[in-house]
T-cell receptor, first 113, second 112 residues
Framework: QQQVKQSPQSLIVQKGGISIINCAYE??????FPWYQQFPGKGPALLIA?????SEKKEGRFTISFNKSAKQFSLHIMDSQPGDSATYFC????????????FGSGTQLTVLP | NAGVTQTPKFQVLKTGQSMTLQCAQD?????MYWYRQDPGMGLRLIYY???????DKGEVPNGYNVSRLNKREFSLRLESAAPSQTSVYFC???????????FGQGTRLTVV
C-alpha cells in the first residue's frame, strides 16, 4: 500500500511555464514533507521541505503548497528551465522515533527549450 | 566533501550469486539507510540503522541482510541474487533531526 501517492508520473513543460506536481497522503503521523530532486545517474537531493503547520513555503522558483485538511501537498516550479529537467519525489517523515522517510513514486519532468 | 560513498557503481550478477554493496559516510551521522529504486515505484526502504549496532527492517527486506560495521559504514548483502533484485540501490544517511537524508550516487545492479 503506497502511503504517499504522487502524480503525474511524467510532465512536459515549455521553458518559462509552471510545473505542478501533486502528492497525497493518508498517514496522519507524518509531520514533515520534503521534496527531493534527482538527476540521471545521481542520488536524490533535498530540494525544499515543509512542516504541516505552514500552508506555503517558497524558495526561489520553488514553492510547496500544503493543505493539511485534505492531506495533500504540491510542488510548483515557476519559470521552469531546461536545467530543472529531473525526477522529483515527494516524501513524508513519520513522527515516530524511527522517523522513516516514505517516498512517492516520482515525477519525471522535462522542460523543453 | 565526499558525503555518502557507495561501491561498486555497477554490477552484473548471475542468479544465485552473492555480493555485498558497501556504503560509507563521513558526516558523523547516526542513521543510515538502504533503498532500492525501481521504475514507477519510487524509493523503497530495505533496511535502516538508527545507530551503530542496531538495524531494522524496512518495507522490502526479503532477500537482503545488512551490517552496521561502525558509525561510518553500512553494508547490504545479497546472499543468493534473484532477477527480481535487479534495481538501483541507494545508501543514505541522516543526522540527529532526521529531516534531511543525504544519498550516495547509487549502485546499478543487474541479476541475469
Amino acid at each position: 500500500q503506497q502511503q504517499v501517492k504522487q502524480s503525474p508520473q511524467s510532465l512536459i513543460v515549455q521553458k518559462g511555464g509552471i510545473s505542478i506536481i501533486n502528492c497525497a497522503y493518508e498517514n496522519t503521523a507524518f509531520d514533515y514533507f520534503p521534496w527531493y530532486q534527482q538527476f540521471p545517474g545521481k542520488g536524490p537531493a533535498l530540494l525544499i521541505a515543509i512542516r504541516p503547520d505552514v500552508s506555503e513555503k517558497k524558495e526561489g522558483r520553488f514553492t510547496i503548497s500544503f493543505n493539511k485538511s485534505a492531506k495533500q501537498f504540491s510542488l510548483h516550479i515557476m519559470d521552469s528551465q531546461p536545467g530543472d529537467s529531473a525526477t522529483y519525489f515527494c516524501a513524508a517523515i513519520d513522527s515516530g522515533s524511527a522517523r522513516q522517510l516514505t517516498f512517492g513514486s516520482g515525477t519525471q519532468l522535462t522542460v523543453l527549450p | 566533501n565526499a558525503g555518502v560513498t557507495q561501491t561498486p557503481k555497477f554490477q552484473v550478477l548471475k542468479t544465485g550469486q552473492s555480493m555485498t554493496l558497501q556504503c560509507a559516510q563521513d558526516m558523523n551521522h547516526n542513521s543510515m539507510y538502504w533503498y532500492r529504486q525501481d521504475p514507477g515505484m519510487g524509493l523503497r526502504l530495505i533496511y535502516y540503522s538508527a545507530s551503530e549496532g542496531t538495524t531494522d527492517k524496512g518495507e522490502v527486506p526479503n532477500g537482503y541482510n545488512v551490517s552496521r560495521l561502525n558509525k561510518r559504514e553500512f553494508s547490504l548483502r545479497l546472499e543468493s541474487a534473484a532477477p527480481s533484485q535487479t534495481s538501483v540501490y541507494f545508501c543514505a544517511s541522516s543526522g540527529w533531526a532526521k529531516t534531511e537524508a543525504f544519498f550516495g550516487q547509487g549502485t546499478r545492479l543487474t541479476v541475469v
